[in-house]
């Protein structure tokens, strides 16, 4: 085992030199090692819960709905006198489910952890996660959606991406880039969330390395997307074009390619689908990325949008997003995104 020494230490052993050998021996003798807790803790990925990310005090902060509000881990935390991660994305990357059970179970039995537990419609939300290394998006993954915009099933999946300057949260207004583009386009979609590396992952293993899945939207400028030499990033990367949330659902309580999943605009339904008519299912687009992008904990894959679009109108009726329109997305199980456009 190697040993650092400071100066003093040396000069101890050059002492222990000249005097005795016997000395000498005991100095160089290896200490115990210190074990750290922290590397005994168990890790893996939670279950079982509904989580979000809560804004209080100026930070981010992991919540977890439950039947007697929401759960502040950081206060619980500190009241229990209990380990737990401290934002989503500490949950995920350090794959800290076990502790985020263990805390959320104490929680609900104690009898003292009342003030912990935050009426939901006095909080402000943040993203789902909030800096993940990777956003992958797929395109074209719904059967329906590659007739109504007349293009060809795609034989593997069409991958781009966005960057973490594109995220936003549930009941957060989205500030539209006028003075660049002005056909702006909703994408409702399914997201999966990342909980354990994945780098070439079987299409069997790929959903063991999913902590859960929430809504996003990818929204889209057109005219950058397709009007000015297929800017793909540029059109699909604006500042806030992701909101993410309100839920992280783990991924043990929801089978992802059976969801019924809807976008609504001032009230009126503009896509109705279910993640059943994806072209590549779940499994298969984990495993896929994984194979030529290394999947980090804590990375997010948006996976297709249904039919329904602005952009498979007719071109006489395509009416664009604009200030002042409110956008709702739902996905089965994992609740209503809601945001607005200013």
Request: charged share 25%; proline share 5%.
């Amino acid at each position: 085992m190697i040993q650092n020494y400071d100066q003093n230490h040396s000069d101890r052993l050059e002492q222990a030199r000249s005097t005795d050998t016997g000395a000498m021996s005991r100095e160089l003798t290896p200490r115990p090692v210190q074990t750290n807790p922290e590397d005994r803790r168990a890790r893996g990925m939670a279950r079982g819960l509904t989580l979000l990310t809560i804004q209080r005090d100026g930070e981010f902060r992991l919540g977890v709905k439950t039947g007697k509000g929401i759960l502040d881990v950081t206060e619980a935390a500190t009241l229990l006198q209990m380990h737990a991660p401290a934002t989503v994305d500490d949950l995920l990357q350090n794959e800290d489910g076990p502790s985020l059970n263990a805390l959320v179970d104490a929680a609900l039995q104690s009898h003292h952890s009342e003030p912990v537990f935050l009426d939901e419609t006095s909080l402000a939300y943040g993203p789902v996660v909030t800096r993940p290394e990777k956003i992958v998006c797929v395109g074209l993954n719904y059967r329906r959606h590659a007739k109504e915009v007349n293009l060809p099933i795609p034989q593997q999946p069409v991958l781009f991406s966005k960057f973490n300057n594109a995220l936003s949260g549930h009941n957060h207004d989205v500030k539209l880039p006028v003075e660049v583009a002005q056909k702006f386009d909703y994408e409702t979609e399914l997201v999966i969330v990342i909980g354990k590396n994945a780098r070439n992952v079987s299409e069997a293993d790929a959903l063991s390395h999913v902590a859960g899945y929430c809504i996003g939207n990818d929204l889209s400028a057109r005219d950058l997307q397709f009007d000015t030499g297929g800017q793909w990033l540029a059109g699909k990367t604006l500042d806030q074009f992701a909101p993410l949330g309100p839920y992280l659902v783990t991924a043990d309580q929801i089978n992802p390619d059976e969801l019924k999943i809807e976008c609504r605009v001032n009230g009126q339904t503009r896509q109705s689908s279910n993640t059943d008519d994806f072209i590549f299912r779940t499994a298969y687009v984990v495993s896929y990325i994984s194979r030529h992008i290394s999947l980090r904990a804590g990375d997010i894959i948006f996976t297709g949008t249904p039919e329904g679009v602005i952009l498979g109108y007719p071109k006489d009726k395509q009416l664009w997003l604009k200030a002042g329109d409110q956008i709702a997305c739902s996905v089965e199980k994992l609740g209503e995104l809601r945001f607005g456009l200013i």
